[in-house]
């Protein structure tokens, strides 16, 4: 069983998302340590791209913070090297795909390796259009991971989990990240519906912003997953306080769930 | 990795494909089986046809610009006229086709892009004229340089929305509509307005422009009594291109050149000559040439036409250009504007900024590439309303008295 796979299987787990590079490379690093200490089960990095369709205005504008700060997919492999000296939390690479095709596959993998990068998601490469990708990513012992979108047919559901190794990342909502307003959709039934299929754990994204939106989630799935609302409770704090704001912002998350034995040893 | 995708056979070549997040999945699946059942419907081809004809006017006339081919040294210069149709551009013919595709597929909602404003306002009127919701995506910018056409778009009915981010321009629009699309997918139908994004959509848009290069060819055979040396057409997204080709893609003997916009300069952020400064790469759910920095992103683009200023190009060019069927070649914003001046001037008619771009290259370089004798047909795809202000503005800082040209 990979890393990744028991980590967020073990259950009432949170997993942070946060921009490599934003608000800058230091920033970054304190925000993701704070998440760490707060509590977080794993973390999501995105690697900065100029055009995240997929995303709502607050992680744009991490995006485009980042971009700014020089971010990009070589400074984002890099920043993971630099927190695996206080971290072996897993990590999970959030990417879309330009910035990989033009970094280049042979390159990203030694890189991904080293910096013991756990899973990558391309938000943008549906396993139809490069079927290969998945098993040679799965062979070079990282976890490919799928999404599942509330309007994923029964059909693809069952296709898309042919794919998926480490866990299972399950949208909560239509839309894109950060948004409230897109069609609610039954989570429980979704969630039984890859169960049948599949024995990976779950986690759930999209529209969580609060400790209830937490609970909620954990109670038919293994994980929630935090993004938007981490970023603007980061937004609100200059770069000496960014450390504490992420760690606290995690830990309201995760109430009393905290595992007894920390993860991750740092000096912050 | 770019090198394992150019080895896969996708739509066009290795060229297309549907590389878009998954929420974005299901309503395109949706779209490409409703797309062809209604083109094998023969009463839909009908109402589409009918349109066309009853409401914005086809077949657009062929017409031999005499005057234009003197100053162009070449045998005959034709113009397809496509800035005579209803709502003064080429984009009529999709917008009416995709608009009847939404109402087939019982969609109670339409959204868009649009760069130049000329799809935002073929949108708007196909969806006034079916009775549809209409929301516009179009960036701040181009709603400043394009203003003519906002003021259309809410007359006729549509909401306009700004996209303030990155440039303001055509990506930062469909950037924006498929967020939207993405939030409510369901009952919400997206009129993309250019030959590219995600399968089906380069393909749904060819279809519905083909009838250019339909009517263009058998009207040049009529007054030929053969076909042309070379079809020209400037290329943004490449709509009215691919309409125009299409048409001549068995035809060895007809040359294919698209015309890009060379901007101000051949530095990255000054044009948006995707085959010149480009490279495969993926955008907007397609893999295709186009305009990015060595990490993967995509860069500024440039140019004096709101309609060409797009980093990425139609996925089916990308195609034509690497098996040679096409060739692509750029003009730059000066050549442009002089040849605009040149068309009003001696041929009485208003070009768009983007078509002017074709009509430079015919002035400029058909004599050179296809000799003194050769015939040229010209796909004029919008007429230049919308752009008198920014020529005016030209004009008085380059013309030295306002002398006439």
Same mark, same amino acid.
């Given at each position: 069983?990979? /890393?990744?796979?028991?980590?967020?299987?073990?259950?009432?787990?949170?997993?942070?998302?946060?921009?490599?590079?934003?608000?800058?490379?230091?920033?970054?690093?304190?925000?993701?340590?704070?998440?760490?200490?707060?509590?977080?089960?794993? *973390?999501?990095?995105?690697?900065?791209?100029?055009?995240?369709?997929?995303?709502?205005?607050?992680?744009?504008?991490?995006?485009?913070?980042?971009?700014?700060?020089?971010?990009?997919?070589?400074?984002?492999?890099?920043?993971?090297?630099?927190?695996?000296?206080?971290?072996?939390?897993?990590?999970?690479?959030?990417?879309?795909?330009?910035?990989?095709? $033009?970094? %280049?596959?042979?390159?990203?993998?030694?890189?991904?390796?080293?910096?013991?990068?756990?899973? *990558?998601?391309?938000?943008?490469?549906?396993?139809?259009?490069?079927?290969?990708?998945?098993?040679?990513?799965?062979?070079?012992? *990282?976890?490919? *991971?799928?999404?599942?979108?509330?309007?994923? $047919?029964?059909?693809? =559901?069952?296709?898309?989990?042919?794919?998926?190794?480490?866990?299972?990342?399950?949208?909560?909502?239509?839309?894109?990240?950060?948004?409230?307003?897109?069609?609610?959709?039954?989570?429980?039934?979704?969630?039984?519906?890859?169960?049948?299929?599949?024995?990976?754990?779950?986690?759930?994204?999209?529209?969580?912003?609060?400790?209830?939106?937490?609970?909620?989630?954990?109670?038919?799935?293994?994980?929630?997953?935090?993004? $938007?609302?981490?970023?603007?409770?980061?937004?609100?704090?200059?770069?000496?306080?960014?450390?504490?704001?992420?760690?606290?912002?995690?830990?309201?998350?995760? %109430?009393?769930?905290?595992? #007894?034995?920390?993860?991750? #040893?740092?000096?912050? | 990795?770019?090198?394992?995708?150019?080895?896969?056979?996708?739509?066009?070549?290795?060229?297309?494909?549907?590389?878009?997040?998954?929420?974005?999945?299901?309503?395109?699946?949706?779209?490409?089986?409703?797309?062809?059942?209604?083109?094998?419907?023969?009463?839909?081809?009908?109402?589409?046809?009918?349109?066309?004809?009853?409401?914005?006017?086809?077949?657009?006339?062929?017409?031999?610009?005499?005057?234009?081919?003197?100053?162009?040294?070449?045998?005959?210069?034709?113009?397809?006229?496509?800035?005579?149709?209803?709502?003064? $551009?080429?984009?009529?013919?999709?917008?009416?086709?995709?608009?009847?595709?939404?109402?087939?597929?019982?969609?109670?909602?339409?959204?868009?892009?649009?760069?130049?404003?000329?799809?935002?306002?073929?949108?708007?009127?196909?969806?006034? +004229?079916?009775?549809?919701?209409?929301?516009?995506? @179009?960036?701040?910018?181009?709603?400043?340089?394009?203003?003519?056409?906002?003021?259309?778009?809410?007359?006729?009915?549509?909401?306009?929305?700004?996209?303030? =981010?990155?440039?303001?321009?055509?990506?930062?629009?469909?950037?924006?509509?498929?967020?939207?699309?993405?939030?409510?997918?369901?009952?919400?139908?997206?009129?993309?307005?250019?030959?590219?994004?995600?399968?089906?959509?380069?393909?749904?848009?060819?279809?519905?422009?083909?009838?250019?290069?339909?009517?263009?060819?058998?009207?040049?055979?009529?007054?030929?009594?053969? +076909?042309?040396?070379?079809?020209?057409?400037?290329?943004?997204?490449?709509?009215?291109?691919?309409?125009?080709?299409?048409?001549?893609?068995?035809?060895?003997?007809?040359?294919?050149?698209?015309? #890009?916009?060379? %901007?101000?300069?051949?530095?990255?952020?000054?044009?948006?000559?995707?085959?010149?400064?480009?490279?495969?790469?993926?955008?907007?759910?397609?893999?295709?040439?186009?305009?990015?920095?060595?990490?993967?992103?995509?860069?500024?683009?440039?140019?004096?036409?709101?309609?060409?200023?797009?980093?990425?190009?139609?996925?089916?060019?990308?195609?034509?250009?690497?098996?040679? /069927?096409?060739?692509?070649?750029?003009?730059?914003?000066?050549?442009?504007? #002089?040849?605009?001046?040149?068309?009003?001037?001696?041929?009485?008619?208003?070009?768009?900024?983007?078509?002017?771009?074709?009509?430079?290259?015919?002035?400029?370089?058909? @004599?050179?590439?296809?000799?003194?004798?050769?015939?040229?047909?010209?796909?004029?795809?919008?007429?230049?309303?919308?752009?008198?202000?920014?020529?005016?503005?030209?004009?008085?800082?380059?013309?030295?008295?306002?002398?006439?040209?």
């Amino acid at each position: 069983m990979s /890393r990744l796979k028991a980590a967020v299987g073990a259950g009432n787990g949170l997993i942070p998302y946060l921009t490599a590079s934003d608000p800058s490379d230091e920033g970054f690093l304190q925000a993701a340590c704070g998440a760490v200490q707060g509590g977080a089960r794993a *973390i999501e990095i995105g690697v900065p791209h100029s055009d995240p369709i997929a995303d709502g205005p607050v992680i744009q504008r991490a995006h485009q913070r980042a971009l700014k700060a020089g971010g990009g997919i070589q400074r984002t492999l890099e920043l993971i090297a630099g927190l695996r000296r206080h971290s072996d939390i897993p990590i999970i690479l959030f990417t879309y795909i330009n910035p990989l095709l $033009s970094f %280049g596959f042979e390159r990203l993998m030694p890189a991904a390796k080293a910096a013991q990068i756990d899973g *990558i998601l391309i938000l943008d490469l549906p396993p139809q259009e490069m079927p290969d990708w998945y098993s040679f990513v799965a062979s070079q012992g *990282i976890d490919p *991971i799928v999404l599942l979108s509330p309007n994923t $047919s029964e059909e693809r =559901l069952a296709y898309l989990l042919k794919f998926g190794r480490g866990f299972i990342y399950m949208v909560a909502r239509e839309g894109i990240t950060g948004t409230h307003d897109g069609a609610k959709v039954d989570l429980d039934a979704r969630v039984k519906r890859a169960r049948n299929i599949s024995g990976l754990p779950i986690a759930v994204g999209f529209g969580v912003r609060e400790a209830q939106d937490v609970r909620r989630i954990w109670e038919v799935a293994e994980a929630a997953v935090v993004g $938007s609302a981490l970023i603007q409770e980061i937004e609100k704090h200059g770069d000496g306080r960014i450390f504490q704001a992420a760690r606290t912002f995690v830990e309201t998350l995760v %109430g009393n769930s905290r595992p #007894e034995k920390p993860m991750v #040893e740092i000096d912050k | 990795m770019q090198s394992e995708l150019m080895k896969e056979t996708r739509d066009f070549g290795p060229f297309g494909g549907c590389f878009v997040p998954e929420m974005l999945m299901a309503p395109l699946l949706e779209l490409d089986d409703a797309f062809k059942r209604a083109w094998a419907d023969s009463s839909f081809r009908k109402s589409f046809r009918d349109l066309l004809a009853s409401y914005s006017g086809r077949p657009t006339p062929l017409y031999r610009a005499t005057r234009l081919e003197k100053i162009a040294r070449v045998g005959t210069v034709y113009l397809k006229r496509e800035d005579l149709n209803h709502t003064g $551009s080429h984009k009529i013919n999709n917008a009416l086709g995709q608009a009847l595709l939404a109402k087939r597929m019982g969609k109670k909602r339409v959204i868009a892009e649009t760069g130049a404003g000329q799809h935002g306002v073929a949108a708007a009127t196909a969806c006034a +004229l079916l009775d549809l919701p209409c929301t516009i995506y @179009m960036g701040s910018t181009d709603m400043d340089r394009q203003a003519p056409n906002v003021a259309r778009m809410r007359l006729l009915g549509a909401i306009v929305n700004p996209v303030a =981010l990155g440039a303001g321009t055509l990506k930062e629009a469909i950037n924006e509509a498929l967020r939207d699309w993405a939030a409510r997918p369901t009952g919400t139908y997206y009129l993309l307005g250019s030959a590219l994004g995600p399968r089906p959509f380069p393909t749904i848009v060819r279809t519905f422009q083909s009838v250019i290069g339909e009517e263009a060819r058998a009207q040049f055979l009529r007054a030929e009594g053969r +076909l042309p040396d070379a079809a020209v057409a400037c290329v943004g997204g490449g709509s009215n291109a691919i309409g125009l080709f299409s048409a001549f893609l068995q035809d060895q003997n007809v040359a294919l050149i698209g015309v #890009e916009a060379g %901007g101000h300069g051949s530095q990255p952020g000054q044009h948006a000559a995707r085959f010149s400064g480009g490279s495969p790469g993926i955008l907007h759910g397609c893999f295709t040439y186009l305009l990015q920095d060595g990490g993967g992103q995509i860069l500024p683009t440039s140019s004096i036409a709101a309609g060409l200023d797009y980093p990425a190009i139609g996925p089916e060019h990308s195609s034509l250009f690497h098996t040679g /069927r096409a060739r692509y070649t750029k003009i730059d914003d000066s050549a442009a504007l #002089e040849a605009f001046r040149s068309l009003c001037a001696h041929e009485g008619i208003i070009p768009a900024l983007e078509s002017a771009h074709a009509v430079a290259y015919v002035l400029e370089r058909a @004599m050179q590439d296809f000799g003194p004798k050769a015939h040229i047909l010209l796909n004029l795809s919008g007429r230049g309303d919308k752009d008198v202000e920014t020529l005016s503005n030209w004009m008085n800082t380059t013309t030295e008295g306002g002398g006439d040209p």
